[in-house]
């Protein structure tokens, strides 16, 4: 079946522009993970989502950063006033919220450089 | 979540079983021990998860002592294609009871497979 997917693949913008990243978890999946990985280190959390409400978003960095996931599929990470620290791959995990381990389906990323 | 710690890179030959040891002194009763792998260019994929002494899957087993304070990734018979990255992380990951089942990963052990 299908996996998480992520859009786009990569996005390049500049400095003070606002981007929007995009993932599709796989369907029935209602838990949704963001995390940003910089090179060289582990991915970090960024927010979870459980249907349409965001339950943590105790790992966005600042208020530039927003997520929505309006009909508790589909959901978008928005970046306003970008900056050159906020390049990094951006990944997108879900997970069918069943059973005591969790796993994780993590899409491809979307790489992100900020100019 | 308990901390972990594992080596930074490890090397290993075709054909090797590799094993790669985590620490995790801290760990709670609740926590499991999961591990991730991760390729170039992709998301980290699930390989294994475990409570107490052994688990075996088709891709790996999963060593835990007795007292839980490390845990064990044995790879049999690696190839060239098992060279990635792979993570250590310990928590209770089950949804409810106030979990999000964020996952925090650390640098992870970059394993170099050589012909």
């Known amino acids: 079946g299908a996996g998480v997917s992520q859009t786009p693949s990569n996005k390049v913008t500049e400095k003070g522009k606002y981007v929007e990243l995009r993932c599709d978890p796989i369907s029935g999946h209602t838990a949704l993970y963001w995390y940003r990985q910089s090179l060289g280190q582990g991915p970090e959390f960024l927010i979870y989502?459980?249907?349409?409400?965001?339950?943590?978003d105790s790992g966005l960095p600042n208020d530039r950063f927003f997520a929505v996931r309006p009909e508790g599929s589909v959901s978008t990470l928005k970046i306003q006033r970008t900056e050159r620290g906020d390049s990094a791959v951006y990944l997108c995990a879900s997970s069918p919220m069943a059973g005591a381990n969790n796993e994780q389906f993590f899409g491809p990323g979307t790489r992100l450089t900020v100019l | 979540l308990a901390k972990t710690t594992q080596p930074i890179s490890m090397d290993s030959y075709e054909g090797q079983e590799v094993n790669i040891t985590c620490s995790h002194n801290n760990i709670a009763t609740n926590d499991y021990i999961t591990w991730y792998q991760q390729f170039p260019s992709q998301g980290p994929r699930f390989i294994i998860q475990g409570y107490k002494t052994k688990v075996t899957n088709e891709v790996a087993s999963l060593f835990i002592p007795a007292d839980r304070k490390s845990s064990t990734l044995s790879l049999p018979r690696v190839s060239l294609s098992d060279t990635a990255v792979y993570y250590c992380?310990?928590?209770?990951?089950?949804?409810?009871?106030?979990?999000?089942?964020?996952?925090?990963f650390g640098q992870g052990t970059t394993l170099q497979v050589k012909p």
């Open positions: 992380l310990v928590g209770d990951l089950r949804h409810g009871s106030g979990n999000t089942g964020k996952l925090i």
């Open positions: 989502f459980q249907g349409t409400g965001a339950a943590d």
